[in-house]
């Protein structure tokens, strides 16, 4: 359970924050509340808090000074700043040291509750150590771990040895669900910058256009919706480290401010002429080809190059061997904890099914896969009926899609009640991607196969869409269509023939 600190003389805030995460879904998180910067300082001393949440005039002193002493206590700590104005030149100034962000009032009860979700993850980034496991991975590890015994895997493991102490840019490359954040973080943590702040921003994520704004900070007036200024995370992470996951879909012109950052730690915000300098490291991670990008011109050669000082590689799951069966152990001894279930292990038939399985989503499906058998299983060992269709029959699985073709209004739900039946848990990442499967198929059938114009019409870079069509395993040859699928264009003859 997560620790959340309000330090407020206002009893409403701390009822509207108690509110908030009552019963929210998803988040287990506990409120305590001080009235005082001095009742706030002790509740620091006794809770270890995950997160702070300051407000900027107390009875005691401004935020300010509340603020630096938590931060003596507890540097890693997230401190979030509650403001009544529309501006603050305390809560900005606190954000230059070090402050997570901050909240206007009134408070809307989404934005709490999306903000402090996401200073909790990265509290629990910055305090929860990473270890890496020997043989046999411990069974109840307070740290997140690192397991796997295979050659590649033990590479990886040397890997993070080296470079954690040097003061260098890192690529980490594989594909999604590999664990690439888990080794950003097993880096920072036996960095010389342990003591400082560990901030992950997931580029693919973030608007192109908000981007920048989000790396950089903005000016006030910058552009529409820049009502009051804004602190960047290379402002904020002066000292520390930063990770970079998914770097490949960067706009060009963030591409060159990062460059420009990694050259000479110094930067604008956007819409100001003020260079402010920073200190940070760049751990950077891609499931993308950069070296093809590169030559295609959507990636800037000298960044690569800046980021690429050391390059570490994860395997796939595919290619891990046994180590399958450590990870599933692990986990299955890690979520009988957490579920409060005393599952004892898997059926022959079912380690057969799991052996058989490719994984195409790495270690992250193994957890969901995992996680769905157990919260099915009925007795004290995983069957293969416990496990989803999408372990159980994967091309039958892949090949959905391709029969629906574009469903209709009454089709969606159906298949989305059932898969709830299912117990799915990554539903909505489920359903992007049957969506993303059509939608791509559908514009790439319109544009002959064109990937640069495709890229036009759905408003994404051409290095973009090569990476969903290598995700949802698309081919672009005499007609568009899945993997082990039929063809989802209803006229396959009129699509010329392109490669990848």
Not at 472 to 487: D, F, P, Q, T, Y
Request: net charge negative; charged share 25%; hydrophobic share 40%.
């Amino acid at each position: 359970m997560s620790v959340l600190l309000v330090i407020d003389d206002d009893p409403l805030v701390q009822r509207v924050f108690s509110r908030v995460f009552e019963n929210a879904e998803g988040m287990d998180v506990s409120v305590f509340g001080a009235e005082t910067i001095a009742a706030g300082i002790d509740a620091m001393a006794q809770l270890r808090p995950d997160v702070v949440v300051l407000d900027v005039k107390l009875p005691d002193g401004s935020g300010l000074d509340g603020f630096k002493q938590i931060h003596d206590i507890d540097p890693k700590v997230p401190v979030i700043f509650i403001t009544a104005g529309g501006t603050s030149s305390t809560a900005i100034e606190a954000m230059k040291l070090g402050a997570y962000d901050y909240l206007l009032k009134p408070l809307d009860f989404a934005q709490v509750r999306k903000l402090v979700g996401r200073a909790v993850e990265t509290s629990r980034a910055m305090h929860v150590p990473v270890d890496i496991a020997g043989v046999d991975p411990p069974v109840e590890a307070a740290n997140d771990v690192l397991v796997g015994r295979c050659p590649a895997i033990q590479s990886v493991y040397k890997e993070i040895g080296r470079a954690a102490p040097q003061n260098v840019n890192v690529l980490i490359r594989g594909e999604s669900g590999t664990g690439k954040e888990l080794v950003a973080r097993a880096i920072y943590h036996h960095s010389l910058r342990s003591s400082g702040p560990f901030l992950a921003i997931n580029c693919a994520a973030i608007p192109e256009q908000l981007l920048e704004s989000e790396l950089f900070g903005h000016e006030k007036g910058a552009f529409t919706g820049a009502d009051r200024q804004r602190i960047g995370k290379f402002e904020q992470c002066t000292g520390g480290t930063i990770f970079m996951d998914e770097i490949g879909d960067m706009t060009p012109q963030t591409q060159s401010k990062v460059l420009r950052l990694l050259e000479d730690q110094v930067f604008e915000r956007v819409g100001g002429s003020e260079s402010i300098k920073t200190d940070v490291r760049i751990i950077a991670a891609t499931n993308r080809n950069l070296e093809e990008m590169v030559a295609d011109g959507d990636f800037r050669g000298d960044l690569f190059f800046r980021l690429n000082v050391f390059s570490i590689h994860l395997p796939p799951l595919r290619e891990r061997g046994e180590d399958v069966l450590l990870l599933l152990e692990h986990f299955l001894a890690r979520f009988n904890k957490q579920f409060t279930r005393d599952i004892q292990g898997f059926s022959p038939d079912a380690l057969d099914l799991l052996f058989a399985y490719e994984w195409p989503g790495n270690v992250r499906e193994l957890q969901s896969a995992l996680k769905q058998a157990m919260l099915r299983a009925t007795g004290p060992v995983l069957v293969p009926e416990f496990f989803s269709d999408a372990v159980r029959r994967p091309s039958e699985l892949s090949a959905a899609p391709a029969t629906c073709g574009e469903p209709g209004d009454g089709d969606w739900p159906e298949l989305i009640d059932q898969r709830i039946r299912d117990g799915a848990e990554e539903l909505y990442a489920e359903m992007q991607q049957r969506m993303d499967r059509i939608l791509l198929t559908r514009v790439l059938q319109a544009t002959d196969g064109n990937q640069l114009q495709a890229a036009k019409i759905l408003g994404i870079t051409r290095g973009t869409l090569r990476s969903k069509i290598r995700a949802l395993g698309l081919e672009i040859s005499r007609v568009v269509h899945a993997k082990g699928s039929e063809s989802l264009v209803d006229d396959p003859a009129a699509v010329s023939a392109h490669s990848q």
